[in-house]
């Protein structure tokens, strides 16, 4: 209780505020894919599940679902993978180039979704490598927004890793890769973890590639939704959002088992 | 002599580890990610921007290899497109304002929380709504600010107004949109520097007698400076370049630079135009770096 005194009033009703535009839009979807009737009003109508029985069997948004778990679930796996290994060498090298490195590896955060996705699509013609408008050259478009966050993750636990530790190891006889895997390993598998968490929610609400990289057969759920947005409110695009809004809420809730968030968050600054 | 060697090891900061070792093969670990970056991302960059310069062609993709300026000539000798750059300017900047506003209470709360389940909770929201696609969120807001939405249905079902406010389909919506999908990257770039700040610098102010409020706008203010501009940047970096909030809260009718670019490759299969409108855009962003650069290290007097 001694937290509530500390606060000036300002801070409360300012963070209440805060917390009002960020949750709200969430709120709204939820209920408007759980109403009864054909559009959410205020007061609500009244509950039904029949938006979420349409979604179930929606042929766009069905298949769009399913479509964005695939593609997640597979950028998970390249990212947290290359950007693990990439994690390791950048905190232990003493190479000048390191500097430049993480922000080469950092950049897409920042480049326009947009402009990234029209460069692949050029590249991917300009080459002719067979890329353009397939599921491959929409899965490189995701690895490349998806792994700064595996890095930035990982780079936060190796951070504070007592390199000490690894060397008992040797001085008890382990190999160095045997070291590596029974000691760094260990103490950074759950940021490894949270890393992956991360990559795969990012790439499931990836929108902005899909522009230039997707097709009617590579549609995920965010270009599913944003076609029906442009025309009509439909309750079934609700009730898939909160199917996506569980997944999200569930990654969250089992990565800050994994890590410590607030942490986390302190030691990834993002640098320019 | 392999113990002083250790110790030299150890003062010179060595990290000795499986991959650590002299002549070792850590290197090998930066590869994968390296390479990738270099051909997937770096080349398709400078491949778009080599098409800004070519000779603009329609329906052609690949770049050509000319060095022209038509496509930049053309963007400055049109109001239509050189104000949209203004216009996109114009809504980052005050986007990374209220961003700021309404993300540093929240972040000073976050921080400076002790009770373990609150923070974990209260990071947990931010998080999750950081990383909930931006397109459900929109979705939220378009049902909340449309003509026929809660906040204009609700209005005028209970006859307080005749016709809806202009809360969407306009700047203020596509501001409001922007604000609500960039906050929680304001609130996370906050949170580690206001953890960072001994509180002891506050107590320090308040028990020399100055007033709660004088104590946060001398002491921690100033001190949080450097996180507030990093989340500042973001927030212009990440509105300067979003296409789907423009597009659905704006409904076409607010023309900033990535509904320009969509819009002319789309539609017209002007790709070299489009480029150069894609290089514009990236150099604002340049820019907008240099200038929280210049900032802060006026604010921090060279420190940083």
């Known amino acids: 209780m001694r937290d509530a005194v500390r606060f000036h009033w300002i801070i409360w009703l300012g963070s209440a505020a805060a917390l009002v535009v960020l949750l709200l839009p969430v709120v709204i979807v939820v209920l408007a894919g759980l109403t009864a009737g054909e559009y959410l009003t205020f007061p609500p109508q009244g509950l039904s599940l029949r938006w979420i029985a349409n979604f179930l069997q929606s042929p766009t948004f069905f298949p769009a679902y399913l479509f964005s778990l695939e593609l997640a679930l597979i950028t998970m796996v390249i990212s947290s993978l290359m950007g693990t290994m990439a994690a390791v060498y950048l905190i232990r090298s003493r190479s000048k180039g390191v500097a430049a490195m993480r922000g080469l590896f950092m950049s897409p955060i920042v480049l326009p979704g947009l402009v990234l996705g029209l460069a692949l699509y050029v590249f991917y013609v300009t080459t002719n490598i067979g890329l353009a408008r397939t599921f491959g050259g929409l899965l490189i478009g995701h690895v490349l927004v998806t792994s700064p966050f595996v890095l930035a993750t990982v780079s936060a636990a190796l951070v504070g890793f007592d390199v000490s530790l690894e060397e008992a190891a040797r001085s008890l006889g382990a190999g160095p890769f045997q070291a590596f895997r029974l000691i760094t390993l260990k103490i950074i598998e759950p940021s490894v973890g949270a890393g992956a968490i991360f990559a795969f929610i990012i790439s499931f609400g990836q929108f902005d590639l899909s522009l230039y990289l997707g097709t009617p057969n590579l549609t995920g759920l965010p270009y599913a939704m944003y076609i029906s947005l442009r025309y009509k409110f439909e309750p079934t695009a609700a009730a898939a959002g909160i199917f996506a809004i569980a997944l999200v809420v569930v990654s969250m809730v089992l990565s800050s088992r994994l890590v410590n968030l607030t942490k986390l968050v302190s030691n990834t600054r993002l640098r320019w | ?304």
């Not at chain 2, 514009?280 to 907008?288: G, P």
């Open chain 2, 1 to 304: 002599m392999a113990a002083t060697a250790t110790v030299n090891e150890i003062a010179s900061g060595s990290r000795r580890g499986a991959f650590g070792r002299p002549r070792s093969r850590l290197w090998l670990l930066a590869v994968p990610m390296t390479l990738f970056f270099v051909v997937f991302f770096v080349l398709p960059v400078l491949s778009l921007l080599a098409d800004s310069f070519d000779k603009p062609m329609a329906g052609r993709v690949a770049p050509h290899g000319d060095f022209v300026l038509t496509n930049f000539i053309r963007f400055f000798s049109l109001p239509q497109y050189y104000n949209s750059a203004l216009l996109t300017i114009e809504i980052s900047v005050i986007s990374s304002i209220v961003a700021a506003i309404l993300g540093y209470p929240l972040a000073y709360v976050i921080a400076k929380i002790e009770h373990p389940t609150w923070n974990t909770v209260l990071m947990i929201l931010v998080l999750a709504s950081m990383q909930l696609d931006g397109v459900i969120r929109l979705y939220g807001m378009m049902v909340l600010l449309g003509d026929n939405g809660l906040i204009n249905g609700t209005l005028a079902r209970w006859h307080y107004i005749d016709k809806p406010l202009p809360l969407m389909y306009n700047v203020f919506g596509v501001i409001v949109g922007t604000v609500q999908i960039t906050l929680p990257f304001m609130v996370l770039s906050l949170i580690g520097i206001i953890r960072g700040i001994h509180p002891s610098f506050e107590e320090a102010a308040r028990s020399l007698g100055a007033s709660r409020w004088r104590a946060f706008r001398s002491v921690t203010l100033p001190l949080t400076m450097p996180g507030l501009l990093a989340g500042m940047l973001l927030v212009f970096a990440l509105s300067s370049s979003s296409y789907v909030v423009a597009a659905l809260m704006g409904g076409w009718k607010v023309w900033v630079l990535p509904i320009h670019i969509f819009e002319r490759i789309s539609n017209s299969g002007q790709w070299q135009f489009g480029a150069a409108l894609s290089t514009i855009l990236f150099v604002i962003n340049i820019s907008a770096v240099f200038v929280y650069q210049a900032v802060s290290s006026r604010l921090t007097g060279g420190r940083t």
